[in-house]
């Protein structure tokens, strides 16, 4: 199984700031099959990022998805106030399991 | 406009049984891989179980194989997932997702709102 770790767990930032989110596998994962995903109080997530680097439908330009092998990073370029939220990294390789990061909470400083 | 609506959560006992149901519209069901992801009480999302396209690939996490049972009814648009010998820690807010298999990417892109389980005495 694949164990995806994301960090920090929690991050206080200001709106206009930037934000930097991580996500470690515990082995290589193709590029393809990296995703990443928001998630407010009380909703469903919400796609970002397929192919760790496209955004998907509708989703803002500031954010955008690096990395390859074991390391891949979420950024968002400038804080808006309804960036606030949780973030999930998540694998989908050859092979289940598909396993989702623990989350790392964006909140406001 | 793409929509998965689940239902059929609630409240039962350990070792009780459940089905829940989500009902696709606004797509082709019958050509995409779907999903069952859940999320217990302020915790993360754990995948559950995958089927393809015509139901014959069932593939489970394994706290649940042999409890759990995916399956799907293409001329209703809807997926279910049987839950079997429950136990407190498959207490959760369970959501189907429809799956991306692309050459660019692998992933989740339309979700439900979601159903609350609760396993509990």
């Known amino acids: 199984e694949i164990v995806l770790t994301q960090s920090p767990g929690t991050l206080s930032l200001s709106p206009g700031e930037r934000a930097t989110l991580s996500c470690r596998a515990s082995q290589s994962v193709s590029s393809t099959s990296l995703a990443w995903y928001q998630q407010k109080p009380g909703q469903a997530p919400r796609l970002l990022i397929y192919?760790?680097?496209s955004r998907a439908s509708g989703i803002p330009d500031r954010f955008s998805g690096s990395g390859s092998g074991t390391d891949f990073t979420l950024t968002v370029s400038r804080l808006e106030p309804e960036d606030f939220a949780v973030y999930y990294c998540?694998?989908?390789?050859?092979?289940?399991?598909?396993?989702f990061g623990q989350g790392t909470k964006l909140e406001i400083k | 406009e793409v929509q998965l609506v689940e239902s059929g959560g609630g409240l039962v006992q350990p070792g009780g049984s459940l089905r829940l149901s989500c009902v696709a519209s606004g797509f082709t069901f019958s050509n995409f891989f779907m999903t069952w992801v859940r999320q217990a009480p302020v915790k993360g999302l754990e995948w559950v179980a995958n089927i393809n396209q015509d139901g014959s690939e069932k593939y489970y996490v394994d706290s649940v194989k042999g409890r759990f049972t995916i399956s799907r009814d293409n001329a209703k648009s809807s997926l279910y997932l049987q839950m079997n010998s429950l136990k407190a820690e498959d207490t959760a807010v369970y959501y189907c997702?429809?799956?991306?298999?692309?050459?660019?990417?692998?992933?989740?892109?339309?979700w439900g709102q979601g159903t609350l389980v609760t396993v509990s005495s």
């Open positions: 192919g760790a680097s």
């Open positions: 998540q694998q989908y390789g050859t092979s289940p399991p598909y396993t």
């Open positions: 997702a429809r799956v991306r298999l692309r050459t660019e990417g692998r992933y989740f892109d339309y």
